[in-house]
């Protein structure tokens, strides 16, 4: 059975008095959470503070991105070693904000995950398709495409130390969800895909739903199959929600 993770993406949000306050209220509610696997992803500068914070309770670091590059010229990056350096876990690379605001690419990407597997760290691989494209009925090319980008860089063997994250781009940030039905399709579109390639990387890697998950849907959305955990954006800045979707995931 693959256990649930409910990673908190921060975005750029947060201040050392808010980051304390958040890590305080996660840590303080932690043991209501038996299942899912906990996860928070602070902007970078937060990185050590929250490093320091959650020390022996369980709760995994991950990081919002990373460079595909070990070291050298590279101004205002951060290289994947130095994440694992400060106790990160997890990177997440794809995010949609850093394909459509950023303009990185496919390949961009799979040299991003590329470098964070091999520096140690799992990456949460996040794949998911604009409304234009919803409304054109290609949903599963775009994703297909996305993932096969890191499956001809990496091989499939690569997937299953990964964690991908489903983020329709049209439903982050904007109060719209897909609903359980459309978020398990597709999820189960991607599960059946890496099937095809390797049925044993399918059944074990973990595919996060990141399309505005909050408490009020967490539930409906996990009860789903296919549907392994959450990337949460706006709900993660608040520890009782936070907390509310992690408790959702209990068996």
Known sequence: MRQPLVAGNWKMNG????????????????ESVTTAEIAVCPPYVYIPQVAGMIEGSGISLGAQDVNDQEAGAHTGEVAANMLTDIGCQYAIVGHSERRSIYGESDEFTARKFAA?????????????????EREQGVTEQVVARQLDAVIDLEGIGAIGA???AYEPVWAIGTGKTATPEQAQEVHAFIRGKLAGLDSGVADKVRILYGGSMNPGNAAE?????????????????????FLDIGR????
């Open 15 to 30: 201040s050392l008095d808010s980051v304390t306050a958040l890590i305080d209220g996660i840590k303080h509610g932690l």
């Open 116 to 132: 964070a597997r091999k520096a140690g760290l799992v990456p949460i691989l996040c794949v998911g398709e604009t409304l234009e």
């Open 162 to 164: 990964c964690v991908i």
């Open 221 to 241: 959305l996990l009860a789903m199959a296919d549907i392994d955990g959450g990337l949460i954006g706006g709900a993660s800045l608040k520890s009782g929600d």
């Open 248 to 251: 959702a995931g209990n068996a």
